[in-house]
């Protein structure tokens, strides 16, 4: 809900139920962009695979659960320089491979990069720097369910 950027919506049932079969089978590509609280320091692209589950007595809250958490696999790397980003603060690109509940957040979290902005699970340092999550889905890829047609959507982030 925090989360800016695109959204993908079906008109009909059997385009959403095509379109989550695709979501699924990891058949739909996402990135997103972010700015988070530290520095990352290294080139390239990084996984992080560490299982989530629920925080049941701090629902909606997620967490790392290397035990009973499912397994849960983000890409992320430094981004290039683009608009302002705070001293000390990184701008990151974000690949969820699996698709949990706050998965980008958490997963930043763990790394000990928060998020910008975040509210569950920034410390009120990062929280402050921002007005709101700086966590933009920008780009979206995907086959059309019925034309068999490759579609890929941009939107850049406005921080």
């Not at 058949?27 to 320091?41: C, F, I, P, T």
């Not at 499912?70 to 000390?88: D, E, F, W």
């Not at 969820?96 to 920034?122: C, E, F, I, K, N």
Request: glycine fraction near 8%.
């Amino acid at each position: 809900m925090a989360t800016s950027g695109l959204i993908l919506m079906a008109r009909d049932k059997p385009t959403q139920a095509a379109l989550g079969a695709a979501f699924a089978q990891r058949q739909v590509h996402k990135r997103y962009s972010a700015v988070a609280w530290g520095r990352l320091l290294s080139d390239g692209w990084h996984e992080i695979n560490a299982p989530l589950r629920c925080d049941w007595e701090r629902r909606p809250l997620q967490i790392v659960d290397p035990v009973q958490g499912k397994p849960s696999l983000t890409r992320y790397c430094r981004a290039p320089a683009q608009g302002h980003v705070p001293a000390g603060c990184t701008r990151l690109l974000l690949e969820p491979v699996t698709g949990r509940s706050h998965q980008l957040r958490v997963h930043m979290a763990h790394l000990g990069l928060p998020l910008l902005g975040d509210a569950l699970y920034a410390p009120p340092g990062a929280q402050a720097l921002a007005p709101r999550l700086l966590l933009h889905a920008h780009h979206l890829g995907f086959t059309h369910p019925h034309t068999g047609q490759t579609l890929l959507f941009e939107h850049p982030a406005d921080f």
